[in-house]
């Protein structure tokens, strides 16, 4: 019998939460939004092996250390990885068909949270196209799936850089990660590794099953390497709301026409998965917008781009957004790039409502127009204390005037000069606080 190269295979398997929403698509539309999630056979949401695959090729910069791994034209991958499977409440991988119609918990993804999207332009209004929504998986979601890797050598370090990848900070998966999307944590990481050349690993590597489901007992519980992050800047705002605040849901209810937008997430505080409804939310998209409207103006005052003499750059083709938030534009001197920000959602746990009554007023008569009442529901969080967390690669920052713009706009969230959220201009949004940058 002839014995291949690689006598070494080491296996982790890894238990994901989710601590930001998920949004993995399944590239297919529906009638509900314009993007739903990937599901499994027992239609629940999962996150394709594949997914993950590329997610971790990319992290690795150098491309020949990547093809090494992962393989290229001349060799196969030494890399395998299976599905992330849903971890149901008795903590069990949702592996093979199942009966999920008795499980509360199993029942609570067939309808998923959506959010709703809208481009502004530099005017402050929604740009023509610009509307669009997706579904999510909830925050708080566990998945487990394996990592195998073939190896020549015992000990290979390529196996510890891979659950480094996995186990960074700057780890995200699915779209939208750089709009608060796919940011996760791992919960545990069991780890195995079998010398195919010793009886024993031999016989235990092939009696260990395919399954997530069925236990793993000759594992260790393997650490990853601390990260230090040194490719990425990390700015901290803590902040307070001043007053009343709206991130609206683009929907009404009972009481309001406008409402505050809330979503669901799961909580495993107790050992088992509870789903929750937090009582409100700050959408990452709706401070990632103002702060790249904010930047582009903060450019364009440093390198004096004035409106006066037609030269104010918008920030679609403005330098500080280009280098910060990317682009889809493919122009002679403007590329499609990534952004190299990446935003948090806040959930807050305790708010309080109050709904306020508006009247539209005629400018000619002053009188009240018909039909011109509506209500909105605004946030309030008194004495409470927000954390945003946004990191960026240093790469993006290297212009001084860029890292000026972009750091202006934050420190101008913190003094009140740059509100949040709808209603603006009716003194919603305003927030008070402090910058911490780590880098």
Excluded at 21 to 41: H, Y
Excluded at 128 to 138: A, L, R, T
Excluded at 178 to 195: E, I, Q
Aim: proline share 3%; glycine share 8%.
């Amino acid at each position: 019998m002839q014995m291949t190269k690689y006598k070494y295979r080491m296996i982790a398997r890894i238990t994901l939460e989710a601590t930001s929403p998920l949004a993995v698509g399944s590239g297919e539309k529906d009638i509900i939004t314009d993007a739903p999630v990937a599901r499994d056979v027992n239609d629940l949401p999962y996150i394709p092996g594949t997914s993950l695959m590329g997610i971790i090729r990319h992290s690795i910069k150098d491309l020949k250390e990547s093809d090494s791994i992962f393989g290229g034209q001349e060799e196969g991958s030494k890399v395998l990885i299976s599905d992330a499977l849903l971890l149901g409440s008795n903590q069990k991988a949702m592996d093979g068909l199942k009966d999920i119609e008795q499980d509360e918990y199993l029942k609570a993804f067939e309808v998923l949270p959506i959010r709703q999207h809208v481009r502004i332009t530099e005017k402050g209004i929604g740009a023509d196209h610009g509307k669009f929504d997706e579904q999510v998986v909830y925050k708080g979601t566990r998945f487990i799936f394996e990592l195998e890797l073939l190896s020549e050598t015992k000990d290979d370090e390529n196996m510890q850089k891979l659950l480094d990848i996995i186990s960074s900070p700057t780890f995200r998966v699915g779209s939208g990660t750089r709009n608060g999307f796919g940011s996760m944590k791992v919960v545990s990481m069991k780890y195995a590794s079998y010398d195919l050349t010793q009886e024993k690993d031999l016989d235990a590597y092939l009696k260990k099953s395919s399954s997530l489901e069925e236990d793993w007992n000759e594992t260790i519980e393997k650490k990853p390497s601390e990260l230090q992050g040194a490719d990425w800047i990390k700015y901290t705002l803590t902040l307070k709301p001043l007053n009343f605040f709206l991130f609206s849901s683009g929907f009404g209810d009972e009481e309001a026409d406008m409402t505050p937008v809330k979503e669901n997430y799961v909580d495993w505080s107790t050992g088992k998965p509870e789903i929750k409804e937090s009582k409100s939310l700050i959408p990452a998209t709706s401070v990632k917008g103002a702060i790249s409207h904010r930047t582009a103006y903060h450019w364009n005052r440093l390198t004096k781009h004035f409106v006066d003499n037609a030269e104010a750059i918008a920030s679609d083709r403005n330098k500080a957004c280009l280098a910060i938030f990317g682009t889809t534009l493919d122009e002679a001197d403007i590329k499609p790039s990534r952004g190299k920000a990446i935003f948090s959602d806040v959930f807050i746990e305790n708010t309080a409502s109050k709904v306020l009554p508006h009247i539209k007023v005629d400018k000619f008569t002053s009188g009240v127009m018909d039909g011109a009442l509506f209500q909105e529901k605004v946030s309030t969080a008194e004495n409470q204390e927000l954390m945003e967390d946004i990191l960026v690669e240093k790469e993006a920052l290297q212009d001084e005037d860029v890292r000026k713009a972009f750091e202006k706009a934050l420190q101008d969230i913190c003094d009140g000069f740059l509100p949040l959220g709808s209603g603006t201009n009716r003194g919603n949004g305003i927030f008070t606080g402090t910058l911490n940058i780590q880098e």
